[in-house]
């Protein structure tokens, strides 16, 4: 058996996207969306910004609304800083290359790689014999979307990793066995940094900021506006001790820790910092003044938010336009993906 071949030489391009399987809310922008945007605005690679409604159907979802959820979608990403006229802006489904690589890497993935995923496992609960097959696959959609444009970089939340790694599998194993030698794919690189890495519920803070928890009080969203923001924050689950000093002293307080990471990631400082000014003080001070940074920070997000999604014919534009943009890029990939596996043509 060759050595995996990683000496990929291909051009820099960045790749990702969200579910439209509901409001975008702040974890998916400190998470992911805000690094999305200093990618492209280093200006030094191609990005392709993908809502993916392909992934939103592994589980029930209402096709009478879906439409508008993948606008909706894109107009937070254009409100929060993705620029059409930089990135590609699209509905995945509107790129038929995805789903013609996700069924090649289907033959490439292994079943006991996929058996590992743990986001199944959460996604599935106890019956996951009802679980669809699309929601065990998922992973491997996943890294179609990455590799159809090639993609270097994919900016993401910290719970994506373990997806990124089976991407990466994927990518040497192809490139092992048909790469002649070569790294056909890259082994693309996850971008998580920062604070927001991880936002956790308001509610809870040991679970993950979810756009489908059930209580929209344990997250925000970015189109709230500054009412429901204060008030969300307000009502956030907190201990009643007052913050430490040291970051030390948040090891055992999840829901301190949260509001702590979330006040860094807006005011765009370390949790360090946030403790030095804070350590002493109860929530009853803590509180507002987190609440007046997220306001000021999401304000101007949330007010383009509302302009952009009252005009649907503009957004159907740039997805339109994208998703031409983006096929142009991923079709000769795939093409070239079918050649090197050896279909007729
Ligand atoms: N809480 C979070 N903290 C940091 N990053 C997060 N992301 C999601 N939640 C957080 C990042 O947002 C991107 C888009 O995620 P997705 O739409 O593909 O689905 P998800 O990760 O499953 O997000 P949700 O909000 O929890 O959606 P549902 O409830 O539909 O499953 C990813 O980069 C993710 O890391």
Known sequence: MSDTPTDYTGPQRVLSGMQPTGRLHLGNYLGALKNWVALQDEGTQECFYCVVDLHAITMPHDPDTLPDAVRSAAAAYIAAGVDPSKSAIFAQSAVPAHAELAWIFNCVARLGWLERMTQFKDKAGKDKERA????????????????????????????????????????????????????????????????????????????????????????????????????????????????????????????????????????????????????????????????????QYLAPISDEYRRLISDKAEIDRILSAGAERASAVAQPIVDETKKTIGFWS
């Open 132 to 295: 669809s097959v699309g929601l065990f696959t998922y992973p491997v959609l996943q890294a179609a979307d990455i590799l159809v444009y090639k993609a270097t970089h994919v900016p993401v939340g910290e719970d994506q990793k373990q997806h990124l790694e089976l991407c990466r599998d994927i990518a040497a194993r192809f490139n092992r066995d048909y790469g002649k030698g070569e790294a056909f794919f890259p082994l693309t690189e996850p971008v998580i940094q920062g604070p927001g890495a991880r936002v956790m519920s308001l509610r809870d803070g040991n679970a993950k900021m979810s756009k489908s928890d059930v209580s929209d009080n344990s997250r925000i969203n970015l189109e709230d506006d500054a009412d429901t923001i204060a008030r969300k924050i307000k009502k956030a689950k907190t201990d009643p001790e007052p913050l430490p000093s040291e970051e030390a002293g948040l090891a055992d307080r999840p829901e301190a820790a949260n509001l702590v990471g979330i006040f860094a990631a807006l005011a765009g400082k370390t949790k360090a910092d946030i403790l030095a000014e804070y350590g002493g003080q109860g929530f009853g001070a803590f509180k507002p003044a987190l609440a007046e940074a997220a306001v």
